[in-house]
């Protein structure tokens, strides 16, 4: 075997082993200087934002650092009357980011059919949840474009009631007051159970990448002492895939204790947004529904899905559409999952 070795030139004309200095010229120097300092603003700014979008800072957008102070920890019930029928359907999406041009990236026509074919098939959605994310930034001509858009969807398909959670981009500049005037009945953290089901509904609050102790503490309480089936509805999913990662809570404590919570008190499906692409995984005795961007993602995918669920069979039916770059053909994908006793 030829054994190499590392040679270095030490003539007077070779620039190995000298021991040179370049002097630079004062304004040479400055704009170095100048370029430096602008590289390290650019990367401290790029991870505050992203650091603030998911979560993990989230109260440097806020005047209040401590979470618990921003997040509802007072359980509201809501009161609701619908069909006594075992067997029902409604429909979830997610990150409509109003305020994000251009606005024709959300599927009007196709989300308009898809009800109305739904129905003709006898699973007309009776309720409608968005699960955050419904504005870009909490403006108020951002709320007032979502209720524009639910108010069209309501009247072209005689949906009546709709629910919602709120999601990080929702408190931007003051927006949560904004959130539960437009988007759901004065509470981010609420329930509701319909008598003639053995399922009760809680919505969390979890736009600032976080539950909160105070939270927790109640929906714990509200969940031992419920003796029905449940569902339970946030922004930020819970359980993690390589796509998702990014987007989840980012205190793995509380991430363990809602799976934990959700094993014990017979919770059998989590429906979560933030994260833009769909997603479903069986997580022990129940499964994460990561409903996907309504608005056109980054990859050119809008996504809404319909659930029919049928309480005496144990069973709920996905019928997920999925829209690539506006075409007018949706793709639709069903499958159904039994839940777990």
Known sequence: MKKQTNSFATDSKSCFMQNRKIKLSPRTTKFINFFLCFICIFKFSFLILSCGASGSFSGFFYSDNQPDNRIDSNLKKLSVSFPSAKTYTFLIFSDLHFGVKPENNLPYTQLEASILAETSAGRAPIFIVTLGDQ???GTQNEYEQFQSFMNYILSKTGIIQTFGVIGNHDLWNGGKNRWTNYVSPGATFYWFSQDSWNRSFYFLDSASGTLGSKQLESLEKALSADKKRKFL??????ASHEDTAYFML??????IKILSLADKNDVDLLFVGHSHEARFDEIGSFAQVIAGSLKKNSKGFCYWTFVTINEDLQTAT?????????NENPVLTEWTYCFVH
């Open 318 to 326: 996905f019928r997920r559409y999925s829209v690539e770059n506006n």
């Open 135 to 137: 504005t870009n930034s």
């Open 233 to 238: 509805f946030m922004h930020y999913p819970v």
């Open 250 to 255: 980012a205190d793995s404590r509380e991430k």
